[in-house]
């Protein structure tokens, strides 16, 4: 079936750091991966996604590129901010009986100003 | 309305009781889900509804956990005879369905359940 590994947390970085958070999956044929964000005390929101090899997913000055030779979709932020502390999650949307999106355990993230 | 809407938000309950939780997913949307998150944990599919299609229970931890959804619209999970170890925050999720893709999920804010 479909998975999703992720680096774990928790990660602690300094204001204006670089960011990366890894993220690999197992999947069959061809699936859509996603980052999901969960700030403070707030529901799961889509934070980017990518839907084909090669392709590069950004919002919010994070992005994360589907790599099929690698099977990753790392997610990477140039500097980071005090208000991106939250915690990311990566998932993967798969196609015919594996519909479902998967995620990964998710990891924490908190940044210090 | 706007979003998806989960009640209770939250629910305290004793161990061995029953206890529902609804979910009222976006209009229009053809797929449901329901996740279970726990304290430090990622998230833990349960179930997931696909328009008129059998829904895929393959997550549901046990017989004591079942779903429904009536209309293709409102969802309910059932929880009997809860035990301590269900205490989570349970989440309902909705998405269009394109070219047999889900390809964005809506949260809603989630039921904490705290099981006695």
């Known amino acids: 079936g479909n998975s999703v590994t992720q680096m774990e947390g928790p990660v602690t970085l300094s204001e204006e750091a670089f960011l990366t958070i890894n993220c690999t999956y197992t999947a069959t044929g061809y699936p859509s991966l996603f980052w999901y964000v969960q700030y403070p005390g707030e529901g799961l929101q889509l934070l980017l996604k990518a839907t084909k090899a090669d392709d590069k997913g950004s919002n919010k000055g994070f992005e994360a590129t589907y790599r099929k030779e690698t099977t990753s979709f790392h997610l990477e932020k140039g500097s980071v901010q005090v208000s991106d502390s939250a915690v990311y999650f990566c998932?993967?949307?798969?196609?015919?009986?594996?519909?479902?999106?998967?995620f990964g355990s998710g990891t924490q993230l908190t940044v210090l100003p | 309305g706007a979003g998806v809407s989960q009640s209770p938000s939250n629910k305290v309950t004793e161990k061995g009781k029953d206890v529902e939780l609804r979910c009222d997913p976006i209009s229009g949307h053809t797929a449901l889900y329901w996740y279970r998150q726990s304290l430090g944990q990622g998230l833990e599919f349960l179930i997931y509804f696909q328009g008129n299609s059998a829904p895929d229970k393959s997550g549901l931890p046990s017989d004591r956990f079942s779903a429904e959804r009536t209309g293709g619209s409102v969802s309910t999970l059932t929880i009997q005879r809860t035990q301590q170890e269900d205490s989570a925050v349970y989440l309902c999720a909705s998405s269009s369905y394109d070219r047999g893709r889900n390809e964005k999920l809506f949260f809603g804010s989630g039921t904490q359940l705290s099981v006695l």
């Open positions: 998932a993967l949307s798969g196609t015919g009986s594996a519909r479902q999106l998967t």
